[in-house]
Every structure is written in structure tokens, then in C-alpha cells.
């Protein structure tokens, strides 16, 4: 059982290191020019006065906001999951489970934004007013790398992966 467990986290982890090997490659000009597409895909979100903004700078504003508190709420999920081996209960009218949701979807859409940005211009997401942007995206990178460390604590300390919606009669229903 133990050895399925370490040989699921090492293949995991493997793969996660491949991944982010190659990113390193392609993103530092390490691959050859001919294998790396040529055309620039325009940006997310166009600002009016500025040909190479992300996004104007009230959507940098309300977008750093909901990226910070997304990452607070999975925080606090991921530490729930470490210490409790269940996530967040649904709560009042099942509010918190779909904001613990909408938070893990939120980080993985910055993750994904910041890097597909980062590929296509060398750069990261902006700062943002008041460095709000900014501070999601490291927020989010910080709880995808914490969520990977809790993934891998919840299969050696509990031996499963809970699902995303509580079924009855189940270990965190």
C-alpha cells in the first residue's frame, strides 16, 4: 500500500518537474528558434491607451482583489485538508464549498494566465495599482505549489485524495 502511495507522489512529482523543465527551456530561449512558434497571440485584455497592457488598469485592480482573496480561501482550505484530511465543509446554503471552488479554479487561471503571458512576452502579469495584480499572481503560484505539498501529505498521511463534492456516507461527508 505505502509503495503504491511513494511511487504515485514520485510519478507525480517527476512529472511536475518535467513540466516546469520545459517551460524553463522554452521561456529562457534554450530551444532551438525553429520549434518555437513565431506569431504573438494578442493579450487577454486590451487597455484603450496602452498597445501592451494586460488589462486596463480597474480590471488589474478588481482582478488582483479576487485573485488575493481566492488564494486566502484555498489557503485555508489546503491547511483544512492537512490537518483534518477533508476540504472545506459546504456551509450555509452550500456558500463555502462553491467559493472554495471558484477559488481553486481562480488559481489555476492566474497559474495558467501568468505563464501563458510569461511564454508569450517574457513577462509576468504587471504589478497592477497598488501591486494588487502582482500579489495574486505570486499568491496563486504559492497555493498551487502549497496545494502539490498537501496533495502529496494527504496520500501518505491519509492514503486518498477526498473527492470535490462530498458523497454520503463517505470519510468527509
Known sequence: ??????????????????????????TNGFVPKHMVAHHRAPPLFMSDNDDNAVASTSDQ??????????????????FTLKTTGCGLPAGPFGLLGAAEGISYLSIVGFVAWSLYTKVKTGQGLPAGPAGLLGAAEGLSFLAAVAGIAVLGFQILDYGYIPNAVPVEGGICS
Do not use: D, N, P, W
Not at 7 to 19: C, E, K, Q
Not at 64 to 76: K, L, N, P, Q, R
Open 1 to 26: 500500500q505505502q509503495h503504491a502511495t511513494t511511487m504515485m507522489v514520485a510519478r507525480i512529482l517527476s512529472t511536475l518537474f518535467f513540466l516546469s523543465s520545459s517551460l524553463f527551456l522554452v
Open 61 to 78: 485592480a478588481v482582478l488582483g482583489v479576487f485573485g488575493s482573496v481566492s488564494a486566502v480561501i484555498v489557503f485555508y482550505s489546503e
